[in-house]
C-alpha cells in the first residue's frame, strides 16, 4: 500500500491501540458500501474503505510483528541513555523499518560505530533474515564486547540458532541466492561469529 497507514487513518503513529480501532470503526461507518447504494461516487466509497481496511490491517499486523519480535529481543532498549541513534530505535520500535534502515544507511562508513552495527542487526532481526543479524550483532560486540545490550541479542541469536527456537525461523535459518553457494555474507559471518566467540573464551 502506497499511502502511509496512519495517515489513512487520520490518526499519530503514537497512538493507542485503542485510538486505532476507534478511528477506523468511525472511518468504516462513513464509507460503508451500505450508505452509497444507487449512488455515483459507490465505487470511490468502495475504494476507499478498501483503502482503510488495508491501512488498519497493516498497522494491527505490524504492531503484532513488533510485540512479538520485542519478546525474543530482551536485550533490546528502545531509549538506551547516550544513543546516538534515539530516532532509529525509535522508528524500530514502531516497526518503521525501511525508515530506520533509510537513516541507518546515510551514515558515512568510517562513522559507523558499535551501535550502529547493533541496530543494523536488529533491523535484519525484524525482517526475519537471521544470517545477516546475526553478523550485525556480533561486529557489534567485537567493537564493544562490555555493552550487555549488543551481548544479550548476540546470546539469544546464537541460542535460537542452535536450537531453532526463533519465532522467524521459517524452514531454514540461512538465506542463500538461487543455485546454492557459500556467499559473502556467510563468510563475514563465519569469520566474526569465530572471532567473537575466540575472544569470550579467553576472557
Given at each position: ?14 497512538a ?20 452509497y ?36 529481543q530482551?536485550?533490546y ?16 520500535g ?19 560505530n ?69 556467499t559473502?555474507?556467510?563468510c ?16
Amino acid at each position: 500500500m502506497a499511502n502511509d497507514p496512519y495517515q489513512v487513518l487520520g490518526v499519530s503513529p503514537n497512538a493507542s491501540d485503542d485510538e486505532i480501532k476507534s478511528a477506523y470503526r468511525e472511518l468504516a461507518k462513513k464509507y460503508h458500501p451500505d450508505n452509497y447504494a444507487n449512488n455515483p461516487l459507490s465505487d470511490l466509497a468502495a475504494q476507499k474503505m478498501q483503502e482503510i481496511n488495508e491501512a488498519y490491517d497493516t498497522i494491527i499486523n505490524a504492531r503484532r510483528t513488533s510485540k512479538n519480535n520485542a519478546g525474543g529481543q530482551q536485550g533490546y532498549n528502545a531509549n538506551a541513555a547516550g544513543s546516538q541513534f534515539p530516532d532509529v530505535r525509535r522508528l524500530i520500535g514502531q516497526n518503521r523499518i525501511d525508515d530506520a534502515e533509510e537513516i541507518l544507511n546515510g551514515v558515512a562508513e568510517l562513522s559507523r560505530n558499535a551501535e550502529w552495527y547493533y541496530l543494523k542487526g536488529m533491523i535484519f532481526y525484524r525482517r526475519g533474515w537471521m544470517d545477516q543479524a546475526m553478523s550485525y550483532y556480533a561486529r557489534a560486540v567485537q567493537m564493544e564486547p562490555g555493552n550487555r545490550e549488543y551481548a544479550t541479542a548476540y546470546q539469544q541469536m546464537n541460542y535460537q540458532r542452535q536450537t531453532g527456537t526463533n519465532p522467524n525461523y521459517q524452514g531454514g535459518y540461512n538465506t542463500r541466492p538461487a543455485g546454492g553457494g557459500c556467499t559473502m555474507c556467510d563468510c563475514c559471518t563465519a569469520y566474526l561469529c569465530t572471532d567473537c566467540l575466540c575472544d569470550c573464551c579467553c576472557r
